[in-house]
């Protein structure tokens, strides 16, 4: 069973708006890491962000912030002030732990295109 | 530092010719990971190693087999290549569960590679 969906396959956003890229995640864990990778054209992985599940904030880093709604079990991915060189896939990733720690699963992915 | 490095960056291969990618990490990382990635399908994870000498099955073993021989190094094997082994592959390393670092634990954040292109004709 897939344990990471990402229902968007693809978003358009108008540069220097926000867009919100969805994710959410299965599993019966109470220990869990989430993170987001950026992965451009030229087809490079950037970790840009991490959530713990016993983290009590949200996450940010500079215009990257994460929704962590635990109940729903979501984890999207707020990108503010989008740039021309956002446009990229985004793919959101789960590790369990601390018993399955060791695996780390990824979604499909979501294709954003920044709009001058 | 070089970070993660994989080793060919692109190769052709015939059908059931049979080839070997390497990745290298010197960041002292206890995990090592293969993912391939498809269009449409995200990473998948291929297998994985939490240290050296051992090695385990991720979601799409099958046609697959790895070593990790020494502590730096995560070979990936093909034995018989078939076409549908086209795929841009990705290596990735990590430090342990709990491992420490300066400033407070460590996220678990994977370190990748910058990818190998394989195509089977």
């Known amino acids: 069973a897939q344990k990471i969906t990402q229902t968007q396959p693809g978003m358009f956003v108008q540069e220097k708006e926000a867009v919100t890229l969805d994710c959410t995640y299965d599993t019966s864990d109470p220990s869990y890491g989430l993170f987001w990778y950026k992965q451009p054209s030229s087809g490079e992985m950037i970790f840009l962000i991490y959530?713990?599940?016993?983290?009590?904030q949200n996450a940010t880093e500079g215009r990257y912030s994460l929704n962590f709604q635990k109940a729903r079990k979501s984890a999207n991915l707020v990108i503010s002030a989008s740039q021309l060189g956002d446009s990229a896939m985004y793919f959101c990733?789960?590790?369990?732990?601390?018993?399955?720690?060791?695996?780390?699963?990824f979604g499909p992915g979501t294709s954003l295109s920044v709009i001058p | 530092n070089a970070g993660v490095t994989q080793t060919p960056k692109f190769r052709v291969l015939k059908t059931g010719q049979s080839m070997t990618l390497l990745c290298a990490q010197d960041m002292n990382h206890e995990y090592m990971y293969w993912y391939r990635q498809d269009p449409g399908m995200g990473l998948r994870l291929i297998h994985y190693s939490v240290g050296e000498g051992t090695t385990a099955k991720g979601e799409v073993p099958d046609g697959y087999n790895v070593s990790r021989l020494k502590k730096q190094n995560f070979l990936l094997g093909l034995e018989s290549a078939a076409p549908s082994q086209t795929s841009v592959y990705f290596c990735a390393s990590s430090y342990s569960y709990g491992q420490g670092l300066p400033g407070g634990l460590n996220t678990g954040e994977l370190f990748f590679g910058e990818g190998s292109r394989l195509t089977v004709l």
């Open positions: 959530q713990g599940s016993y983290d009590q």
């Open positions: 990733a789960m590790r369990e732990g601390p018993t399955s720690y060791d695996k780390v699963i």
